[in-house]
């Protein structure tokens, strides 16, 4: 008597599950269906909502070193890190709010704030190409600068809270 197999697990899939339970990417994708004020995107899945904030190298290739960012970049680039905000928020009860400044062009900075503490500060450029190669580098990055957030809220908690 033979045993049933099992199917065979994709890799990319099985990666994307786990990435989608991630905590920052919970909190990205309710931040995402909140401003769907339509319901066009209710029938969608997460990853779909998500996919498009995957760039992969080819595409990344594909789009020109210079140029400017529209709309929609924009949007998802401002959600990001709104959502980096709210996870920070999340954990240490504290307001972290996103402060962009890009220009027309693409170049900027961005700074999240608790208080008077800044506890994220970046120069940015080339916003048009703004993306992450897949769901899993998506979470590890909001993961990475929530983490490094509430670390710099934990050794200067005095000023994070003034």
Not at 118 to 146: C, I, P, Y
Request: with cysteine; aromatic share 8%; net charge negative.
């Amino acid at each position: 008597m033979t045993t049933p197999s099992k199917p065979p697990v994709i890799p990319a899939i099985d990666a994307d599950e786990k990435a989608l339970a991630a905590p920052f990417l919970k909190c990205l994708i309710r931040l995402i269906r909140a401003q769907d004020t339509y319901g066009m995107w209710e029938n969608k899945s997460d990853a779909d909502l998500l996919g498009d904030f995957i760039v992969t190298k080819e595409q990344r290739r594909e789009i020109p070193i210079i140029g400017d960012p529209d709309a929609d970049v924009m949007w998802r680039f401002n959600i990001f890190y709104t959502a980096v905000g709210l996870s920070i928020e999340a954990r240490t009860h504290l307001v972290a709010s996103p402060i962009t400044m890009i220009s027309h062009e693409g170049f900027g900075r961005v700074l999240l704030t608790t208080g008077r503490l800044v506890v994220f500060s970046k120069t940015v450029r080339d916003v048009h190409r703004f993306g992450f190669a897949t769901l899993s580098k998506l979470a590890e990055a909001g993961t990475k600068l929530v983490d490094d957030a509430i670390a710099a809220i934990e050794a200067y908690p005095e000023v994070a809270r003034a």
